[in-house]
């Protein structure tokens, strides 16, 4: 299956790279790229991408392009990839809406692996800044509730969770666990409010913790 890419990058010669970078890559395909905030917008609009890959730093702000992208009614999986590993640009990213977080600098073979847990809904955080980011959730669901943020999930929310943090989709949850798409997406949305987290990177990274390696 192919995965439909938009990009949106200030800087020529990086987003010329990455585009040759994509269409040199098994299953991926470029639609459009763009250089500034409002062109990502406007190009994921007209193109309906599974992934939109946007620079933080661009005219107008990743961010910003984030937020807007993220509330259109059938939104694309979001990834930055940025040179940024600011802990307060990847919380922002994350609660904008993007799903994963990619530093500049990767290997060709490295920004594929990433996108394609992207694709599949897996969400992705650079190595090295997932730990840091978790601490800074941790330090923020402390502050708001006391005791272990896991104590209130459900047998099966804990479920759900157990295998979200093992990188399956809704999609697949749902196939394993005899449960429609929708229901899975409804446990989700509890599980993410109990454990103030912002999206299911956050989730995953906090079941981690918790729990380590799940089986």
Known sequence: MTTS?????????????????????????VLAAGSSADEAISLVGIHQPDIAILDLSMPGGGINATRK???????????ILTVSENNSDVADALEAGA???????????????SLRSIAAGEGFVSPGLASRVLLQINREAEASKDGDVLDDLTH???EILRRVAKGMSNREIADQLDLQEK???H????????????NRVEAALIAHDAWGQTD
């Open 5 to 29: 890419v938009v990009i949106a990058d200030d800087h020529p010669i990086f987003r010329d790279g990455l585009h040759r970078t994509l269409d040199e890559a098994d299953g991926f395909e």
């Open 69 to 79: 992208i993220a509330a259109m009614a059938n939104p694309p999986f979001i990834a």
């Open 99 to 113: 799903i994963g977080y990619i530093v500049k600098g990767v290997t060709a073979s490295e920004l594929t692996a």
């Open 156 to 158: 099966r929310e804990e």
């Open 183 to 185: 229901t899975v997406k």
């Open 187 to 198: 446990y989700m949305t509890a599980i993410l409010s109990k454990l103030h987290a912002r």
